[in-house]
């Protein structure tokens, strides 16, 4: 990991993390980890989102991941956000910990609640990334 979550949303590529988060909440009924792939590749299938996904898109990703994980389960963020020390390893880690969390809370949640749940991550992302 070499980037910021600032110098991720500045990325021409990549969304701006609060912006796919707000989309990703307007998809909660495909389910969290659907509803984020729609909304930062525009798919939710591997064989659509191929042809277009960047680096930057697979980062955004898993930072989109920790940021909504932060929320549900403190120990997801516990160690800080990502930046340039952490390593791919430990990102993939975190990322880990992060879908895990995000999808045991899923299970007990209705779409609404997933709905406020990536809304108030937007919102979260959107902070972030105006830090300077």
Same mark, same amino acid.
């Given at each position: ?8 949303? /500045? ?10 988060? *707000?989309?990703?909440?307007?998809? =909660?009924?495909?389910?969290?980890? !659907? ?11 591997? /064989?659509?989102?191929? =042809? &277009? @996904?960047?680096? /930057? ?5 898993? &930072?989109?991941? @920790? &940021? &909504? ?23 993939? !880690? *975190?990322?880990? *910990?992060?879908?895990?969390? @995000? ?9 609404? !609640? ?11 992302? !959107? ?6």
């Amino acid at each position: 990991m070499s980037m910021s979550v600032t110098e991720l949303a /500045e990325l021409p590529t990549a969304p701006t993390l609060s912006r796919a988060l *707000r989309e990703a909440a307007q998809y =909660a009924d495909h389910g969290p980890h !659907q509803a984020l792939r729609r909304a930062l590749f525009g798919a939710t299938t591997f /064989e659509a989102f191929a =042809a &277009v @996904i960047t680096p /930057e898109h697979a980062i955004a990703e898993g &930072v989109a991941l @920790i &940021v &909504v994980g932060g929320m549900v389960d403190p120990e997801v963020t516990d160690q800080g956000w990502p930046d340039a020390t952490w390593s791919a390893g430990y990102f993939a !880690q *975190r990322v880990r *910990r992060a879908h895990d969390a @995000i999808s045991s809370w899923a299970a007990g949640h209705t779409t609404e !609640q997933l709905a406020h749940l990536l809304e108030a991550a937007a919102d979260r992302a !959107q902070t972030m990334e105006a830090a300077a």
